[in-house]
């Protein structure tokens, strides 16, 4: 079992930046696929970025490319999105999520089904 609890959100005004942490229990947290999604009033739950249990590999969103970075510290059990250039469409709860799968279950990332383990969430609102 895993307990992941977010922070570092906020109302921050278009073009600053927010960094959100998720902070895991367990022992297990450096075998995680681990990932941050979005969830926006009135729509879906949508991908934003992932990396696997040993960040060697990344993915993100194309809406957020270049602008977010993501990584983690297994010594510290901790998963970090780091949130530049922001814009008021940023604006949503994000949600940290954790996969029992190293490298996600059949590569597939993607999609919240694929994950197991899901934070509260913390709000993020960005003014234009």
């Known amino acids: 079992q895993v307990q992941l609890v977010e922070s570092g959100g906020g109302l921050v005004q278009a073009g600053g930046s927010l960094r959100l942490s998720c902070a895991a229990s367990?022992?297990?947290?450096?075998?995680?696929?681990m990932a941050w999604f979005r969830q926006a009033p009135g729509k879906e739950r949508e991908f934003v970025s992932a990396l696997t249990s040993s960040a060697g590999d990344t993915y993100y969103a194309d809406s957020v490319k270049g602008r977010f970075s993501i990584s983690r510290d297994n010594a510290k059990n901790t998963l970090y999105l780091q949130m530049n250039n922001l814009k008021p469409e940023d604006t949503a709860v994000y949600y940290c999520?954790?996969?029992?799968?190293?490298?996600?279950?059949?590569?597939?990332?993607?999609?919240?089904?694929?994950?197991?383990?899901w934070g509260q969430g913390t709000q993020v609102t960005v003014s234009s």
């Open positions: 999520a954790a996969s029992r799968y190293a490298t996600f279950y059949r590569g597939i990332y993607f999609t919240p089904s694929t994950y197991d383990y």
């Open positions: 367990g022992r297990a947290f450096s075998g995680y696929g």
